[in-house]
């Protein structure tokens, strides 16, 4: 793996100039498309945008080893990725066969670039779209073997070997389970009481709600968070925290807001210590800014719902 690594660093070093590029390219659009920086800009000119880079989990083993060769490589050369996913169906043919090979190839990468956070979806199955083998270990592979910080679906988590190990380990070592559940709904036919989503939060593993993709599902988080309240009876409170673990579990720079002087912080405006960490890390200001975007809601809320914050 190393001798083809050597092969392949001259040509990624070329490449990522490029990569750069279009980066660029894509925040001039998105400034120009919603009047950033002009009189009336649009309110996603406030939204603080990273990238994940995405591996193909279908495409032959060499193509695989490529793309991760140069997404390790680009989030280490450019702050805006900050992170590496693997995407396509996991029930696919390529995908199950290759599945312990692409851990093993997360696993080499890592220890050459140990600081790259891995957000990987698997779990994402069913009982009926695969053989019952293949739900045993993708969870727990990914973790174990890949060194996942997040997992995304992790839907098979009650079919895996040793489960609860697993569940314990996603919560002693604060491993987050991204929660998909209208994608979960449409593509694998799980939804309600079927869900794991109530069995990650009583083992205390720290859970958020994602859309999975946008596009392609027609939903947004609105909807999900809808559905977590009238499908799985989530409390306001539980929401709160899946949002706040949305961006603590998030790839972005910086130190949390939890773990400074910001974490007992009250009021409006922080303290000098706290401001100093505002200052100089881009995730304890975001949660900031979610904070009091928090009390303003409660605040507005309070006479319509008294027991809201609770």
Same mark, same amino acid.
């Given at each position: 793996?190393?001798?083809?690594?050597?092969?392949?660093?001259?040509?990624?070093?070329?490449?990522?100039?490029? +990569?750069?590029? %279009?980066?660029?390219?894509?925040?001039?659009?998105?400034? +120009?498309?919603?009047?950033?920086?002009?009189?009336?800009?649009?309110?996603?000119?406030?939204?603080?945008?990273?990238?994940?880079?995405?591996?193909?989990?279908?495409?032959?083993?060499?193509?695989?080893?490529?793309?991760?060769?140069?997404?390790?490589?680009?989030?280490?050369?450019?702050?805006?990725?900050?992170?590496?996913?693997?995407?396509?169906?996991?029930?696919?043919?390529?995908?199950?066969?290759?599945?312990?090979?692409?851990?093993?190839?997360?696993?080499?990468?890592?220890?050459?670039?140990?600081?790259?956070?891995?957000?990987?979806?698997?779990?994402?199955?069913?009982?009926?779209?695969?053989?019952?083998?293949?739900?045993?270990?993708?969870?727990?592979?990914?973790?174990?073997? +890949?060194?996942?910080?997040?997992?995304?679906?992790? %839907?098979?988590?009650?079919?895996?070997?040793?489960?609860?190990?697993?569940?314990?380990?996603?919560?002693? *070592?604060?491993?987050?389970?991204?929660?998909?559940?209208?994608?979960?709904?449409?593509?694998?036919?799980?939804?309600?009481?079927?869900?794991?989503?109530?069995?990650?939060?009583?083992?205390?593993?720290?859970?958020?709600?994602?859309?999975?993709?946008?596009?392609? +599902?027609?939903?947004?988080?609105?909807?999900?968070?809808?559905?977590?309240?009238? *499908?799985?009876?989530?409390?306001?409170?539980?929401?709160?925290?899946?949002?706040?673990?949305?961006?603590?579990?998030?790839?972005?720079?910086? %130190?949390?807001?939890?773990?400074?002087?910001?974490?007992?912080?009250?009021?409006?405006?922080?303290?000098?210590?706290?401001?100093?960490?505002?200052?100089?890390?881009?995730?304890?200001?975001?949660?900031?800014?979610?904070?009091?975007?928090?009390?303003?809601?409660?605040?507005?809320?309070?006479?319509? %719902?008294?027991?809201?914050?609770?």
């Amino acid at each position: 793996l190393q001798a083809r690594l050597d092969q392949l660093k001259p040509v990624i070093a070329k490449a990522l100039p490029t +990569a750069a590029t %279009v980066a660029d390219a894509n925040d001039k659009a998105i400034a +120009a498309l919603n009047r950033c920086g002009t009189a009336k800009p649009e309110p996603a000119c406030d939204v603080t945008l990273r990238y994940l880079l995405s591996i193909s989990r279908q495409r032959p083993p060499e193509v695989v080893f490529g793309q991760m060769a140069a997404a390790f490589a680009l989030v280490k050369a450019d702050p805006r990725y900050v992170g590496i996913n693997i995407l396509e169906p996991e029930d696919g043919p390529v995908s199950l066969r290759d599945y312990r090979l692409h851990m093993r190839l997360f696993a080499f990468f890592k220890a050459l670039y140990p600081d790259v956070p891995l957000t990987l979806h698997a779990g994402e199955l069913a009982m009926g779209l695969t053989p019952p083998r293949d739900l045993r270990f993708h969870i727990a592979e990914a973790v174990e073997i +890949a060194g996942a910080r997040r997992i995304g679906h992790g %839907v098979d988590i009650a079919y895996e070997d040793n489960a609860e190990a697993v569940l314990a380990r996603m919560a002693r *070592e604060k491993i987050a389970v991204e929660i998909n559940l209208t994608s979960n709904d449409v593509i694998l036919g799980v939804k309600g009481k079927d869900h794991p989503l109530a069995l990650y939060m009583a083992a205390g593993v720290p859970v958020t709600l994602s859309t999975d993709d946008m596009g392609v +599902a027609r939903s947004d988080l609105t909807q999900e968070y809808m559905r977590a309240v009238l *499908e799985q009876g989530v409390s306001y409170g539980q929401l709160k925290q899946m949002s706040r673990n949305s961006l603590t579990y998030s790839f972005l720079q910086g %130190v949390s807001l939890w773990d400074g002087p910001c974490a007992t912080a009250s009021g409006p405006t922080p303290s000098a210590a706290c401001a100093a960490v505002l200052k100089t890390s881009p995730k304890a200001r975001d949660q900031w800014r979610l904070e009091r975007a928090f009390d303003a809601f409660e605040t507005t809320m309070k006479g319509i %719902v008294p027991k809201l914050a609770q």
